[in-house]
């Protein structure tokens, strides 16, 4: 879906996107770990949360693989740790990168919510920022249903777009 993104808007040169290839494989290598584990190991490494991830535990496995994939040589560009890290939450700061594979997170078609026809519509959003706010939204929907509140750097993304910022 990453590369998908990155070529509906024509981002990125064709021998570049390996670089979003590689992201979108190892976002998700901590996701598997325990809580329990990935709170522990965050003590260890002792790496800046949001106060949502210490509330919500199962956050923990973005920081976690954002700081291993720094140890990685081929994983070890800040665009791409940037990236790894905001996955989740977003952030003002996750760069293109970083918009790119928070949205392709959220339009997987293996997510019970997605189908062809939902991904279609979204990419309908003239460039990136316009997709970012749309997933946003409804992320804020979802949340709204759930009751759940929303961290305050997806609320700061989306005030970001709000306010024209682009991600470069
Ligand atoms: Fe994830």
């Known amino acids: 879906m990453a590369v998908h993104i990155c070529e509906h808007y024509g981002l990125l040169e064709e021998s570049e996107r390996t670089r979003i290839e590689l992201a979108a494989l190892y976002h998700d290598m901590y996701r598997e770990v325990s809580i329990r584990k990935l709170l522990l190991h965050t003590q260890e490494i002792s790496i800046p949360l949001t106060p949502e991830e210490q509330q ?10 954002a700081h291993h994939a720094g140890f990685h040589a081929c ?6 740790v940037t990236a790894i890290r905001w996955h989740t939450l977003a952030s003002p700061d996750m760069g293109m990168m970083g918009a790119v594979l928070y949205c392709a997170d959220y339009m997987e078609l293996e997510r019970t919510y997605m189908t062809h026809k939902k991904v279609k519509s979204l990419l309908d959003a003239k460039r990136l920022e316009h997709l970012v706010k749309r997933v946003l939204e409804d992320h804020f929907e979802h949340s709204e249903k759930k009751r759940r509140d929303v961290a305050e750097t997806t609320f700061n993304t989306y005030r970001y777009i709000i306010q024209g910022g682009r991600f470069r």
């Not at 923990?60 to 693989?65: D, K």
Request: no cysteine; proline share 12%; glycine share 0%.
């Open 56 to 65: 919500w535990p199962s956050l923990l496995h973005a920081p976690v693989a």
């Open 75 to 80: 994983l070890s560009d800040s665009a791409i």
